[in-house]
């Protein structure tokens, strides 16, 4: 019986990422649908890319009616876009209808209703076939009337003629002071309601989608950020997930063969996390190059996510280091993505590591460092979008690797992503700077790698021109004799430890 019924609620695709997921499918086929929000949330450009993806994708044509801008303005206003809707209208797959309405012009008789308005709108979806229709904003129609028993009559007759026509439509309306919308009436009667909401908090933006009702039909009830750039406007539908991601003996390098062996399978599981922690200057950055650099090779695409350097100085740095990554950028197998963590929240942060997700099919993601998240998020805020993160790409098999900056003095301010992080992460790596003897010594230590056995030794590393020497001699390059001499007496006592503890 249940599944009788899910097969009669009949659902129309919105075209729209990550809102058909939310949805369970899309806006209720037939029905209509009411986008509310305040100005400048999105809701003139979500209804366009509804009718332009009908055409495009499912060919349904499309009826756009505006009560506020001409057919020219709108046009141009979504080139930017990639709408092309000149082109749309010339192939007779939509329509676009400017409807001027004075308020002086409305007068409130007894005699007030919208048959003038069904006229016009059914000859146009007759005239196209539309499958698809818009109203944009209905407060146009009614900003003249004050008898509400007349205003709610004429609602519910055009909600109830849109039913009658079988097309699937939307209507925006702005939102009220103490309502959904101005009238306040027009919640109660759509089918399904979506509030579009447009807020800056700490000077920081996000944009966020909430279904408010949907009848007859199950659907997500978050809150979910969504994203309008150059392609339109993106949702980002996860909230949480289930652990029930699958894995993979596959062992992949982390593109340094010294570090290599001191796993005892010689790699990383695919699709694992790994954290790199330590204080500035710890090498943090090369070794998540290194990480980049081995997927590289095996010519896995990866998507690198920098808060800290632009791409040319990332590339100059590790040059220096025997790391070329220029190749594999301009090949497209590597692509940096470089910004500051104040230029959007942490929402916005992860929808567009979604985005690119999608669009770019990485096998590797390099966060660096997520520690930067911590001055745009309070801290239950970064631990909640750092566990979505790590969950969403463990989902999709993405070998991920994120790199925190921590604090000698332990304030906590630093270590707050690395206390998000660590007790997730499949493999942990500290790198230090110590001083001894008047001499700067680093070293790594692998405090952590699930499911395989590793060295559990801190192992003294240095740093040449020919890439990171550790301290069992294994060189990442051709080092010089030099070089490795310096390892061997940097090195001595850990050596003597370990023959201690053999005895």
């Known amino acids: 019986m249940k599944q009788q019924q899910k097969s009669i609620f009949r659902k129309t695709p919105t075209g729209i990422n990550g809102l058909d997921e939310?949805?369970?499918?899309?806006?209720?086929?037939?029905?209509?649908?009411?986008?509310?929000?305040?100005?400048?949330?999105?809701?003139?450009?979500?209804?366009?890319q509804y009718l332009v993806k009908g055409i495009t994708d499912h060919n349904e044509p499309g009826?756009?009616?505006?009560?506020?801008?001409?057919?020219?303005?709108?046009?141009?206003?979504?080139?930017?876009?990639?709408?092309?809707?000149?082109?749309?209208?010339?192939?007779?797959?939509?329509?676009?209808?400017?409807?001027?309405?004075?308020?002086?012009?409305?007068?409130?008789?007894?005699?007030?209703?919208?048959?003038?308005?069904?006229?016009?709108?059914?000859?146009?979806?007759?005239?196209?076939?539309?499958?698809?229709?818009?109203l944009d904003t209905i407060e146009s129609l009614f900003s003249g009337i004050e008898n509400t028993a007349l205003l709610r009559s004429e609602i519910r007759r055009l909600f109830q003629w849109l039913k009658e026509k079988e097309v699937t439509a939307i209507i925006t309306g702005?939102?009220?002071?103490?309502?959904?919308?101005?009238?306040?009436?027009?919640?109660?009667?759509s089918d399904c309601v979506i509030l579009l909401d447009f807020r800056v908090i700490d000077q920081i933006a996000t944009r966020r989608l909430r279904i408010i009702k949907y009848r007859g039909s199950t659907h997500g009830t978050n809150e979910y950020p969504f994203l309008i750039d150059e392609q339109g406007i993106s949702v980002l539908p996860i909230t949480s997930l289930k652990l029930a991601h699958k894995t993979s003996t596959e062992i992949v390098s982390t593109g340094l063969a010294s570090l290599d062996r001191?796993?005892?399978?010689?790699?990383?599981?695919?699709?694992g996390s790994t954290l790199v922690t330590g204080t500035a200057g710890t090498t943090k950055t090369i070794l998540a190059s290194y990480?980049?650099?081995?997927?590289?090779?095996?010519?896995?695409?990866?998507?690198?996510?920098?808060?800290?350097?632009?791409?040319?100085?990332?590339?100059?740095?590790?040059?220096?280091v025997n790391i070329n990554l220029k190749p594999f950028i301009k090949s497209k197998l590597l692509h940096i993505h470089a910004s500051r963590p104040s230029l959007q929240g942490l929402e916005m942060h992860l929808l567009l590591l979604h985005k690119l997700?999608?669009?770019?099919?990485?096998?590797?993601?390099i966060i660096d460092p997520i520690s930067s998240l911590v001055t745009v998020g309070?801290?239950?805020?970064?631990?909640?979008?750092?566990?979505?993160?790590?969950?969403?790409?463990?989902?999709?098999?993405?070998?991920?690797?994120?790199?925190?900056?921590?604090?000698?003095?332990?304030?906590?301010?630093?270590?707050?992503?690395?206390?998000?992080?660590?007790?997730?992460?499949?493999?942990?790596?500290?790198?230090?700077?110590?001083?001894?003897?008047?001499?700067?010594?680093?070293?790594?230590?692998?405090?952590?790698?699930?499911?395989?056995?590793?060295?559990?030794?801190?192992?003294?590393?240095?740093?040449?021109?020919?890439?990171?020497?550790?301290?069992?001699?294994?060189?990442?390059?051709?080092?010089?004799?030099?070089?490795?001499?310096?390892?061997a007496e940097n090195t001595s006592g850990t050596t003597k430890k370990r023959k201690a503890t053999k005895r």
């Open 378 to 487: 309070s801290g239950s805020e970064v631990r909640s979008m750092l566990v979505r993160l790590m969950d969403m790409l463990k989902l999709h098999q993405i070998n991920a690797l994120f790199t925190s900056l921590t604090h000698s003095e332990k304030s906590g301010y630093y270590d707050l992503a690395v206390d998000a992080v660590s007790s997730l992460a499949d493999t942990w790596i500290n790198v230090c700077n110590e001083s001894q003897n008047g001499q700067g010594k680093r070293s790594l230590q692998i405090i952590k790698s699930r499911g395989m056995g590793h060295s559990n030794v801190s192992c003294n590393f240095i740093i040449t021109d020919k890439g990171i020497i550790l301290a069992n001699g294994n060189v990442a390059g051709n080092a010089t004799n030099g070089s490795a001499k310096a390892v």
């Open 22 to 48: 939310i949805t369970g499918g899309g806006f209720p086929k037939g029905r209509p649908t009411l986008i509310c929000g305040s100005a400048g949330c999105g809701k003139t450009l979500l209804s366009v």
């Open 63 to 134: 009826v756009f009616m505006s009560f506020e801008e001409s057919t020219k303005d709108l046009a141009e206003n979504v080139s930017s876009l990639g709408f092309d809707l000149n082109e749309l209208i010339a192939q007779k797959k939509l329509r676009i209808d400017h409807v001027h309405i004075e308020r002086s012009e409305i007068e409130e008789t007894g005699e007030y209703d919208l048959e003038g308005l069904f006229i016009r709108l059914n000859h146009a979806i007759d005239s196209i076939g539309a499958k698809r229709v818009v």
């Open 291 to 320: 990480f980049a650099l081995g997927s590289c090779r095996r010519n896995e695409p990866v998507l690198y996510f920098s808060f800290e350097e632009s791409p040319e100085q990332l590339m100059r740095n590790m040059k220096a």
């Open 262 to 271: 001191l796993f005892s399978c010689g790699g990383l599981f695919r699709g």
């Open 174 to 189: 702005e939102r009220g002071e103490s309502s959904l919308t101005r009238q306040g009436l027009e919640e109660y009667v």
């Open 357 to 365: 997700i999608g669009e770019l099919n990485p096998k590797t993601v």
